[in-house]
């Protein structure tokens, strides 16, 4: 599975849109982007997912640059529950194994 | 809708006890299971997988095993517990296909070894 980079930490006030994006430049052609966040003390959470077409879901938005070298998490109005650490990853699609969480994002939302 | 069950929540055991957790998936059938271990201030390590029952891949070599009695239900043990076996244990499942394989998180259990 490709290797992401993702910047250590980022700060939303409270309302506003977070964008959260990864570089993932050794990404293969089936390979599917995924994020997911883990608010403390509990087990990660799945958000989205998709491989070359931005994807929309009730929790975030996934754009995916043309040539899917990187790609950016959009939380559309964050709120307080939203500070958790965001983990983009990137893997093979029907891949049955493990997912590999690298240090991941930490976003703190402020009021 | 599809849920994982992990119990116990919290668990403290003696070096050298015996350990189960249990985790268990409502609402889908013959799922891929999982087992990850997350230390404090770390990523998560996984350390078991199930395609079917009775089929068990391990990862990591360690003194903890995990069998799959029944399609929805995934064990991990131990005979002797170590300090190093503290730590957040997550159990997740997903489905089989080739669309991705989007893995889904139980609430874990936390596991503190003295």
């Known amino acids: 599975d490709a290797k992401t980079t993702q910047p250590t930490s980022m700060d939303c006030a409270e309302g506003r849109a977070a964008n959260l994006p990864c570089n993932h430049s050794?990404?293969?052609?089936?390979?599917?982007v995924y994020w997911y966040r883990q608010i403390h003390s509990q087990g990660p959470q799945y958000i989205i997912h998709?491989?070359?077409n931005n994807e929309t879901n009730e929790m975030a938005s996934l754009i995916i640059t043309e040539d899917r070298k990187s790609s950016t998490l959009i939380l559309p109005h964050a709120t307080l529950r939203d500070t958790a650490v965001y983990y983009c990853?990137?893997?093979?699609?029907?891949?049955?194994?493990?997912?590999?969480f690298g240090q991941g994002t930490t976003l703190q939302v402020k009021p | 809708s599809q849920t994982i069950h992990q119990w116990p929540a919290t668990l403290v055991q003696p070096v050298g006890s015996p350990l189960s957790l249990e985790c268990t998936v409502e609402g889908t059938s013959n799922p891929n299971l999982y087992w990850y271990r997350q230390a404090a201030g770390r990523g998560l390590q996984l350390l078991f997988y199930?395609?079917?029952?009775?089929?068990i891949s391990s990862e990591v070599p360690q003194n903890l095993s995990a069998s799959r009695p029944q399609d929805r239900q995934f064990i991990l043990s131990s005979k002797k517990l170590l300090l190093s076996d503290s730590g957040f244990y997550l159990c997740?499942?997903?489905?089989?296909?080739?669309?991705?394989?989007?893995?889904?998180f139980g609430p874990g259990t936390r596991l503190t070894v003295l």
């Open positions: 998709g491989l070359k």
């Open positions: 199930s395609v079917g029952i009775g089929q």
């Open positions: 050794t990404i293969s052609g089936n390979e599917y």
């Open positions: 990853i990137v893997r093979v699609g029907g891949n049955t194994g493990k997912l590999i």
């Open positions: 997740a499942w997903s489905t089989k296909g080739q669309g991705g394989d989007t893995q889904y």
